[in-house]
């Protein structure tokens, strides 16, 4: 759906929207004081809220987050700054957690490069959108986001404009950090783009690391539209190639939406799309041969990689495990491609590769691979 299709108004303030004061959304009220404690100078920043807030709606299509408001920056290069209110508990409903926790824990920012941050009238409202798409998954899935988290956007995170980024991480956001509320603590978790050799990089090593790396190079994790990779520096590129080779991958498991295990012709058949196919071999290559295991999990079934001397694959219904010795490794790595088919390795093994169809918000193919 439109974000901006009549749902949201600018408001000329801060705070709840309605005829409620403090009292009657203490949750809120911290998390524009947090924001007024950096940003003093602006007690009115840019804010889009929705008609209808999301505890007074059933309708899960609806926009999740109550407000987003926006900030402008000049340090340490001119930015709008992005904060959402809606992950956590903004009206004392939830009173004291007993987890010490409120709501989901979290709100999200997202600081955006502008160098026209001081002239504009208004901040560009594609980020409402981004933000809001986050937040609708988290309100569907109960997954929440935390710093060292990454997902791929499965192209540009912006459609309005051009940009080099197509994946985002998550840090802690380095001026908001964490606070307390009546209902529990709250972290700001900030978006940060990620090209896709960012993504490629961040997972085939260890996201803490990696992140370290990038917080290092963009202070405060200011998102460029068109920057470039963190390997476009030399000296970090080395570190990031060498951290590869010595620590593999943290990253055990991956959520796909293909996986079947079947048998044909006596020889287990494992289908997989054409997206997971063109990246298996890395994913393996940066687990097994540091002892790790690796995991494979859908809706359907589930696919364990194991390192061993021995090459076995062991079938369930809806679960299997390979173990793979280090030739038959480099022998699937070889083999699988990201192309619709079907491939044999280790011997005995077929792989059903199906061609994999990215779709927008709407459901439209934006992409096919394979």
Known sequence: MGILNGLFG?????????????????????????CERIYPD???????????????????????????SVYRAAQPRPHWHYVTYGLTDLYGEQGDSGDGVSGYGFE????????????AKEPPTWP????????????????GFAPNHHIDANGPISLEEETT??????????????????????????????????????????????????????PKGITELRGVSLRADPEIAARIAEG?????????????DVLRIASEGGMPMLTIGARVAGVL??????RLPHGREFLLHSPDAELLFLPGGHTRIQLGDKEATLTLDPADLSRLTATLRARAGQYMAP???????????????????IETIG
């Not at 840019?46 to 299509?61: G, I, N, Y």
């Not at 997202?110 to 941050?117: G, I, N, S, W």
């Not at 071999?281 to 940066?286: A, F, H, T």
């Open 10 to 34: 600018r408001e000329s303030a801060t705070g709840h929207k309605t005829e409620a004061g403090a009292e009657d959304s203490p949750g809120w009220e911290a998390i524009t004081e947090a």
């Open 42 to 68: 602006q007690v009115a920043p840019f804010h889009v809220s929705t008609l209808v807030p999301s505890f007074l709606s059933d309708d899960d299509s609806d926009d999740p987050l109550d407000g987003i």
């Open 108 to 119: 999200l920012t997202f600081r955006l490069a502008d160098d026209e941050v001081l002239k």
């Open 128 to 143: 409402v959108s981004l933000l809001q798409n986050l937040a609708r998954y988290v309100f569907r899935t109960g997954n």
């Open 165 to 218: 980024q197509t994946a985002l991480g998550f840090i802690e956001d380095p001026d908001l950090g964490s606070i307390g509320t009546p209902s529990g603590s709250v972290q700001f978790v900030q978006l940060v783009g990620l090209t896709a050799e960012d993504l490629d990089d961040v997972n085939n090593w260890d996201a803490e690391k990696f992140f370290a790396l990038l917080t290092g190079s963009r």
């Open 244 to 256: 590869r080779k010595k620590d593999g991958s943290q990253m055990g498991q991956v959520f796909i």
């Open 281 to 286: 071999g890395e994913r393996l290559n940066s």
């Open 347 to 365: 011997d005995g093994v077929i792989w059903n590769v199906e061609r994999t169809e990215i779709t927008d918000s709407d459901g439209n193919v």
